[in-house]
């Protein structure tokens, strides 16, 4: 694979910034990267383990003669962080994110943005529960989806460009626009992650099962919803916090299915519960027809971090 950026800065250095560094070096395609994060304690660790080639303590420093600037924070700090490096952009340089939610993560950053650099926001569909610089692993974006959001009248030389990198960090690559986008993520992300949360939280609030009695027999299901329940909560608060429109239309439509399957058990409709359930299990199989997961037991989860 060829270098497809000279320098790369990222900003943040968690798991998905130290999951891009250790990608695109598996593939050489960048020509340097330069990594900076908010905190001395993350970026003595970054520098320690070398998940970039430089590790720099401001964002003006890391931003410096970058072609690729790659913003790796939380959405709600998505703006501040552009604000600050905003003047240090070399122009002709591409701006991204990897954002979990689009809409407000542009409108938060555009504003600031020169124009003289190319914007393109951009989301991996890929994670963890894990954080932090040392949570990251090259594999992490094979073969699963990387959405571009790109902005109108984007450059289509710097799109393809992009494209580019994720495909060589092993991504598929889809074109969607922000509004889409986070629809379809408040069905596949978003609302799901409320969900566990709140499965979590119910368990944890009942009086009758003990919490040794969840832990140990957690493998029925609810191991997984503990799982996605440990992800990290400053992420989640801003997801939420910036995909409030799409994350609450898809609550809405889950509450009246959740009654309707309530009033199905209490009434004895075995039918409609049998109906249900066998148009969700077509879903599950498309999913792993995709490729998108295993069939395994546990999920194929077993082994990863
Ligand atoms: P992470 O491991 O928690 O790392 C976050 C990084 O952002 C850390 O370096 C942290 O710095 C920095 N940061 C936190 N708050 C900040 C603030 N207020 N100002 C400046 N920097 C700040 O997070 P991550 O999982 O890599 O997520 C990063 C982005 O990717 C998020 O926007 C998230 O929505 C998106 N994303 C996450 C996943 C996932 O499953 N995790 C998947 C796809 C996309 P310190 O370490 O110094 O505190």
Redesign the pocket.
């Given at each position: 694979m060829s270098v497809t950026y000279d320098r790369v800065a990222l900003i943040?250095?968690?798991?998905?910034?130290g999951s891009m560094a250790l990608a695109m070096r598996r593939a050489g395609l960048a020509g340097e990267i330069v990594g900076t994060?908010?905190?001395a304690?993350?970026r003595t660790i970054a520098a320690e383990i070398g998940l970039c080639d430089r590790v720099v303590d401001t964002v003006a420093e890391a931003v410096a003669n970058a072609d690729l600037v790659v913003l790796?924070?939380?959405?709600g700090?998505m703006g501040?962080?552009a604000a600050e490096m905003a003047p240090h952009l070399a122009p002709g340089a591409t701006v991204t994110d990897?954002?979990?939610v689009k809409a407000g993560v542009i409108a938060a950053v555009a504003p600031h943005l020169p124009d003289t650099v190319h914007f393109i926001p951009a989301?991996?569909?890929?994670?963890?529960e894990h954080?932090?610089?040392r949570?990251g692993f090259a594999e992490l974006f094979d073969n699963r989806w990387c959405l571009l959001v790109p902005v109108e009248g984007t450059d289509d030389a710097a799109l393809g460009r992009l494209r580019a990198l994720w495909q060589g960090m092993g991504a598929n690559v889809d074109v969607m626009d922000a509004e889409h986008h986070d629809l379809v993520l408040a069905v596949t992300s978003h609302a799901p992650h409320l969900i566990a949360y709140t499965m979590v939280g119910v368990a944890d609030d009942l009086g009758r099962v003990t919490d040794s009695e969840v832990i140990k027999y957690s493998a029925a299901g609810f191991r997984d919803f503990t799982r996605i329940a440990a992800?990290?909560p400053?992420?989640w608060r801003?997801?939420f916090l910036n995909n409030r429109d799409a994350t609450l239309e898809i609550l809405g439509r889950f509450t009246e299915e959740l009654f309707a399957l309530q009033r199905a058990i209490r009434k004895g409709d075995g039918d409609h519960l049998f109906d249900y359930f066998t148009r969700t299990r077509a879903i599950r199989r498309g999913i792993i027809e995709a490729g998108q997961d295993t069939s395994a037991a546990d999920f194929g989860r077993g082994g990863k971090p």
């Open positions: 943040g250095l968690g798991l998905i910034a994060a908010r905190s304690e993350t790796c924070v939380p959405v700090a501040a962080v990897v954002g979990s989301h991996p569909l890929a994670g963890t954080s932090g610089p949570s992800s990290d400053t992420m801003d997801v």
